[in-house]
């Protein structure tokens, strides 16, 4: 295990499982940073939905434009603000077509190689809680901590719905479920850095729990297994 005066807690799990609020959460609580990798990626998504031209999401061309777009941009964290090349996009980055557009570039791995380089960066001297899809079994598979959360499918999507249309979205419940079922399906299928849990990760069920409650069991853990208060 790779030495850091301060352990990296990896959170991840499926779509809408409420990963964002609990590492928000547990890295207050715990004092530490908070790095959502799922943003970075629609930071990515909204970036090429505006500058894309290609049709496909294949294919020499679509890496070399991708390429252009990861090595032009920058994407950076202001607390919980969203930067994209300085400017604020933490609301623009919700929009049900970008989330779906960062789940199908995140399939990429001109992307995903980009966004690894920049999420190791960010977590490699520790003291970090960082959330997404691979965080424990790619990015850190030596990160002291690892929690996989997960929800029931109905569950992640009654969530979500609330969420959106708290936001104005005019989506129904019916096709919030629908978008969730197939981004776990794709999620879990693709070939590079597939949706699981690390061998390793404890898995955190949170159909019946509230957030607070997640965040308790896994402050708990990592206070049991260290010196952090």
Avoid: C, W
Wanted: glycine share 8%.
């Amino acid at each position: 295990m790779t030495a850091r005066s301060r352990p990296v807690i990896a959170i991840d799990g499926p779509v809408g499982a409420g990963k964002s609020t609990v590492a928000r959460a547990l890295a207050r609580a715990l004092g530490f940073s908070h790095i959502n990798t799922g943003a970075m990626y629609r930071a990515v998504a909204l970036a090429a939905h505006t500058r894309y031209t290609g049709d496909q999401l294949s294919g020499p061309e679509v890496e070399r434009q991708l390429g252009e777009i990861l090595n032009s941009i920058s994407i950076k964290f202001d607390g919980e603000r969203v930067l994209l090349d300085g400017r604020d996009i933490s609301g623009a980055i919700t929009a049900p077509a970008i989330s779906d557009l960062a789940s199908r570039l995140s399939a990429l791995g001109v992307v995903r190689a980009r966004m690894g380089e920049l999420q190791r960066a960010a977590g490699k001297d520790g003291g970090v809680v960082m959330e997404g899809r691979d965080i424990g079994t790619v990015i850190f598979p030596d990160a002291e901590y690892k929690f996989f959360l997960t929800a029931d499918v109905a569950v992640r999507a009654a969530r979500r719905y609330a969420e959106l249309a708290s936001q104005g979205s005019a989506i129904t419940a019916a096709q919030v479920l629908a978008q969730l079922r197939e981004r776990d399906q794709r999620d879990q299928a693709r070939e590079l850095a597939p949706l699981r849990p690390a061998d390793d990760a404890i898995i955190v069920d949170a159909s019946a729990l509230t957030a607070d409650e997640v965040v308790q069991q896994m402050k708990a853990h990592v206070q049991s297994k260290s010196r952090i208060n």
